[in-house]
Structures are given as C-alpha cells and as structure tokens.
C-alpha cells in the first residue's frame, strides 16, 4: 500500500504544514559548493576538466574528438527516425514554431513628450547555449521547447549540450529531434561541466552569450553562478504540477497527472489541492491503482512517498492562496468556477484548464514551452518565451528643437545630482 503524504485544514498543524508551500529556490551548501568546483575546474583546464568531470560522474569517457556530435551522425539520426516519430516531432514543433512567431517582440518607434524619437529595436542573439537533460528518460521534448525557440528568434549559432550514455551515445531520437528543430552544435556532456563549458568556453566548445534549458539541481546551480558572466533564461529545475480541483474533478484524471510527474524519479513533485473531500479520497485511490500499472516503478515509489502531497482546503480560494504561495510549474485548476479561481493564480509557470487538458500535452505538443520555473521560482521567473532569445536597445534620436525642450529639465536633475557636465552638454547644442 502506497504511503503519501495527507493534511487536512482540520488538522492542528495545519497552519506550519500551509506555511510550507511558501518555498524559495535555492540550492544546498553542498551543491553550490560541488557546482562552484566543477566550474573552476572548467575556466581552468577546459577539455581536460570536462573529460575527466564526465568520466567521474557519468561513467563515460570521452575525449576532445568526440565531444562534440558530427553534424553527419545529427542527420543521419533523422532520416533513420520512425515515420512515427517523425510526425510527432514535425507536429510539436510546427505547433511551437507557430506560438514562438507569434511571440517574437517587435521594432517600434514614436515621440516623446518633448519630440524626441524614442523607439526599441530586437536582434536575436548571436550564440546561444541550451542544455537538454539526458539521464533515464532523454527529454526529447526539451529538444523541441528550447532551440525551436531560438531557430524563431533567428539565433545563427544555436549550441546544445546534453549527457551521453554509458555506452558514450546520445539518444538518436533525440538527436532526432536536434536536427528538427535547428541546432547548430552538439556536444553529449552534461550537468554543471556543461553549463561552465558554454559559459567559460574551451579549447573545442566557444563560449555563449545566454544559456537556456532545465536540469537537475547541480545545473540550476551552475547557471545560477555563471550569471553575469552570460546571461541565463531561469531556473528550472527537476519536474512539478499542482493540481486544484473542486467537485468536477475527474479522480482518475488527476491521479493520472500526479503519476505522469512522479515517474520522472529523483526529486519531482506533485500536489493535489480540493475542498471535496470525496474527491480527495478518490484521487488516493486513484493513484494506488493506477500507479500498479506503470512501468517506472523505481522512480514512482520514491516519489510518491517522499515527494507528493494532497490537501483538503476549507474553500477553493484557500486553495488558490496556497498555489500562490507554492509557485508550482504547472498548475491543473479544474472547476465549475473558472471565472472567479483563475484570476486568483499569480505565480504558476503554466495553467491547464479543465479535466481535459493533461499537463502531458504541453509537455510534448501544445504550443507554449514546457521550460517553466520550478522551486518556487515562479514567483520571479515566467516560462521560457521566444522573446528571451532577443537582445533589446533602445533608441533615441532628438532634433535640435526637442533639445531646446528638454535643456530646462536636463538642468534641473543635473544641479540635484551635481552634474554640471551633463547641463552643459544640453546647453551647448541648444545655442
């Protein structure tokens, strides 16, 4: 019999057990300690670190030949994919290709109250870095949610990184999908050698303006610390949903959901909040009989035991406070008062609608990525979007009578600040 864990409002520890929710994305002093070394390692002595580093944690070794991935083996990868999963990639990524075009931030100009040109231009950046996790399950889906994106925004240089396995080979459907969605290079490391490789560069992998991409804790950490030497989109971390449900919820639907998180393994989350305590004990059966059923019963059990949770609330609103305060990935909000709950939801990476609209679509096939906050993060991050492979600049351009107009208030910030220069500069276009 599964064992996971139940809170009830009624419960005396029901406040702390609520408090709880309230979480912050941080890592342990031990990761960020092992992170801050593998990436000293790796501005260092590049190639040699990464080898020695890939060997050490994942068992494999490589040398700087075979870091990266020839292009021939990328295609080759395709033309040998299944007319299966051909279409399945060919529809995900048509889907996402499409949502990210429609996403893409846009050239504009216009006046100032003193009529100065004011305007923002976008270009894509020059070279960028997504990290695709391998592990037990290649995420070819992440193939399709980060470097579509980038092939949208017009990145020429789209760089990828992602764990071979033991056997010193990256998934071909992965590679599969690679080749699909536009990148450009391809190296099999990964974890946080990766990130500092892209970041730091190395004798065989140039370094990268932004890196994009989810991944373990160590890789969270690593793009956490090499930000300000590149950019970084957000932190996504090990795989999360929320589900919020009244009376109409389906229990084997959300049952469903719960298990399609949990067997990602080590580290994953799934909640399940209701004011139904019916449904509340539905769900739990649910999952006990549905979770005999699957195949990834190593990575379930933990999961389930250690890493999800259900709670009755005393209203539904209650519930929205305590999704809020969770900031989940993905938040699956079913009831019959859509209209008044969904204003109520601030900080989830992603909101699915209704019982028939499974978290698993947007994973693989919806449109949106599926790279989203997790951790809590999503209380300062959104999902990944199109706009974030896009460096802005601003715009100004004055002629000489819009200068005239702006001399006064110039002048005036600049005796606040003591900036006497800056006046001056004003006044000696002005005559």
């Known amino acids: ?74 295609a080759s990868a395709w033309e040998m994919a299944t007319p299966e999963l051909q279409t399945a990639l060919q529809s995900a990524h048509r889907n996402v290709f499409d949502f990210a075009r429609k996403s893409l931030r846009q050239n504009w100009s216009g006046l100032n109250e003193q009529g100065g040109e004011v305007g923002e231009v976008y270009h894509p950046f020059e070279r960028v870095g997504c990290y695709v996790p391998g592990g037990s399950a290649p995420l070819v889906s992440t193939a399709i949610m980060t470097v579509t994106l980038a092939a949208a925004a017009g990145v020429p240089e ?39 490789a892209m970041a730091y560069g190395t004798e065989t992998i140039r370094p990268v303006t932004k890196i994009f991409g989810p991944g373990n804790s160590y890789v969270v950490e690593a793009k956490r610390q090499a930000f300000g030497v590149v950019s970084i989109d957000l932190l996504p971390g090990p795989s999360e949903v929320l589900i919020l449900a009244d009376h109409t919820g389906n229990p084997a639907f959300i049952a469903a959901d719960i298990l399609a998180q949990a067997e990602h393994g080590k580290d994953s989350q799934a909640g399940f909040i209701t004011d139904d305590a019916a449904l509340l004990a539905a769900v739990v059966a649910e999952v006990e009989k549905q979770s005999q059923t699957l195949s990834r019963q190593a990575q379930l059990g933990p999961v389930l035991e250690k890493g999800v949770f259900l709670m009755l609330a005393a209203t539904l609103e209650e519930g929205a406070k305590l999704v809020n305060a969770y900031a989940p990935e993905h938040l699956s909000l079913i009831t019959e008062r859509e209209s008044d709950i969904l204003p ?42 199109v706009d974030m492979f896009q460096r802005r600049t601003s715009i100004i351009r004055l002629s000489q009578k819009s200068c005239a107009k702006s001399e006064s208030i110039v002048h005036a910030f600049a005796a606040v600040e003591g900036l006497d220069a800056h006046g001056r500069s004003v006044s000696i276009r002005v005559g």
Not at 163 to 170: E, I, L, M, S
Not at 171 to 186: D, I, M, S, Y
Not at 344 to 360: C, D, K, Q, Y
Request: charged letters at 20%; hydrophobic letters at 45%; a neutral charge.
């Open 344 to 385: 109520l939801i601030r900080t989830a990476g992603a909101i699915f609608l209704g019982n028939h609209s499974p978290v698993a679509v947007g994973d693989f096939l919806a449109g949106p990525s599926h790279t989203l906050p997790t951790g809590g993060a999503g209380k300062s991050f959104p999902g990944l979007t």
């Open 1 to 74: 019999m599964l064992t996971m864990k139940i809170y009830r409002y009624t419960d005396n520890n029901w406040n702390q057990i609520a408090a709880t929710l309230d979480r912050r994305a941080e890592a342990s002093d031990a990761v960020q300690e092992v992170v801050s070394g593998v990436i000293k390692a790796v501005r260092e002595r590049g190639d040699a670190a990464l080898i020695e580093l890939t060997e050490r944690f994942d068992g494999v070794q490589l040398s700087s030949k075979t870091l990266r991935i020839p292009a021939e083996a990328i």
């Open 158 to 196: 789209i760089v990828v990184c992602t764990p071979c396995g033991r056997d010193g080979t990256v998934n071909p459907g992965l590679l599969a999908a690679l080749k699909l969605a536009g990148a450009t290079e391809v190296y099999q490391i990964g974890g946080a050698q990766a990130i500092a």
